[in-house]
């Protein structure tokens, strides 16, 4: 089941420490390569040769082991944090506890296992485990909200007993769900193969004379990160996209605009064949009546007109054939309402609803807060990273529309 996948297990100090044990032979046994760093304080609770002889390989504790310098000669003995870093698929933290997450979110590396998470490159799972108090702690909630927003995948702990002898919430996910979450995660999503998106992401640009122009805030982050994210997911992406400061993966096929005008052309040219539209782009709705042949030279001049642009998401949802439709909509006031309203006058399969007055969502933030909205339900997601926003809406479309 997960022959070829390299596990980094990081064990931090607490009880539920010797029930890694049963992991790791879970790990092993289906295939996996382990390997597992433990904090100093995790060594009090279980036995680093136990792990050893359980991963088949050798278990680091301190940045600096004297007695491990013999591996210097095919790696650095000082930058072996990187090495594992690098070297893993998926970089598993658990038990995690209160300490240990808190120093992952200041970016704090004082021991081999903080600084392997600081310098790895994989995706990170962390399974909070601590006592009830100190895991319903505002800070300690604060501080798990910001792993999810970074992307981290959290293992929500259980009901049960609990080191303390207390009953309540606090206990790590038992050793076979732990190992589930892990094997789906890297289980590689390839749900959109034979699947052709048009992804629109970005501001777009309206000319008023030849150096000035009226735009928008948008960052295009949104629309990349689904692009991104459909083409893992196995899809052909074809992505327009207004001026943006954002690079796409080569394989993604890119055109860049710069007006509502030009969106709505590539748009119409790239329709053909496709099978799901995703229009994250924050189209300007209207633009200058006249564009100005030379720079306007004194705010006498300055007598701006303007019109409405051709609203592309409306044309596609009256031009819809064999393609489902997905649409974005900014509100700050009567979101679910007037979301409801444009699912229904565009001709939507589903509206993602998001408000920029929300902490960390809307423009330029790495971070959404958004609602999915279709003709039956109403989804609220919490605030996530982009990404994982990206595979919600994803999700919801192999799900309901393909
Ligand atoms: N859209 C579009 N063409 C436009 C304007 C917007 O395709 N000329 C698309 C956007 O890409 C987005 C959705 O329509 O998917 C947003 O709808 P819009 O009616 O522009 O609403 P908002 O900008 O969210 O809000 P408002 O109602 O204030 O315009």
């Known amino acids: 089941m997960l022959k070829g996948k390299k596990i980094l297990v990081g064990i931090s100090g607490g009880i539920a420490a010797y029930k890694i044990c049963n992991l790791v032979r879970l790990f092993i046994k289906a295939g996996a390569e382990v390997r597992v760093i433990m904090t100093p304080s995790a060594t009090k609770f279980v036995s680093p040769l136990t792990l050893s002889v359980l991963s088949r390989n050798e278990v680091i504790i301190n940045i600096f082991n004297e007695s491990d310098f013999s591996k210097a ?25 209160a300490n240990t997450i808190a120093k992952i979110v200041c970016g704090i590396s004082d021991n081999f296992l903080l600084s392997a998470v600081l310098a790895s490159r994989c995706g990170i799972i962390v399974a909070p485990t601590m006592d009830e108090d100190m895991f319903k702690a505002q800070i ?11 992307g981290i995948k959290i293992i929500e702990p259980i009901e049960g007993e609990l080191a303390s002898g207390l009953n309540g919430i606090g206990k790590m996910a038992e050793p076979e769900d732990i190992f589930e979450f892990v094997r789906l995660y890297l289980k590689d999503k390839k749900d959109l193969i034979n699947k052709k998106v048009l992804v629109t992401a970005g501001p777009t640009v309206e000319s008023i004379d ?8 948008s960052s295009g982050k949104m629309g990349f990160e689904i692009a991104k994210a459909a083409f893992e997911r196995g899809a052909e992406v074809t992505l327009i996209s207004g001026p943006v400061n954002l690079s796409a993966h080569s394989k993604i096929k890119r055109i860049d605009v710069q007006s509502a005008q030009e969106m709505f052309t590539a748009v119409k040219d790239n329709i053909k064949g496709k099978d799901f539209v995703v229009m994250a782009a924050a189209v300007s709705d209207f633009k200058p009546k006249n564009i100005s042949g030379r720079k306007i030279k004194s705010i006498n001049e300055f007598n701006l007109s303007f019109s409405y642009t051709t609203d592309i998401l409306h044309y596609l949802g009256k031009n819809k054939k064999r393609f489902k439709l997905i649409g974005f909509a900014l509100e700050t006031e009567n ?20 408000n920029p007055s929300v902490e960390g969502a809307g423009f330029g933030t790495d971070t959404n807060k958004v609602t999915l909205i279709d003709k039956k339900d109403v989804t609220e997601l919490p605030l996530m990273s982009k990404r994982d926003v ?4 994803l999700d919801y479309y192999v799900k309901n529309l393909s």
């Open 390 to 393: 990206a595979d919600s809406i």
């Open 210 to 217: 030849p150096v000035r122009f009226i735009s928008n805030y």
């Open 335 to 354: 979101e679910i309402a007037n979301a409801k309203k444009k699912l229904k006058s565009k001709n939507l399969d589903m509206i993602v609803l998001n």
């Open 140 to 150: 300690t909630q604060d501080n798990i909200k910001k792993l999810r927003e970074r």
């Open 73 to 97: 000669e095919s790696v650095n003995a000082g930058t072996w944090h990187i090495e594992y870093g690098m070297w893993a698929d998926v970089f598993l933290i658990a038990p995690a506890t």
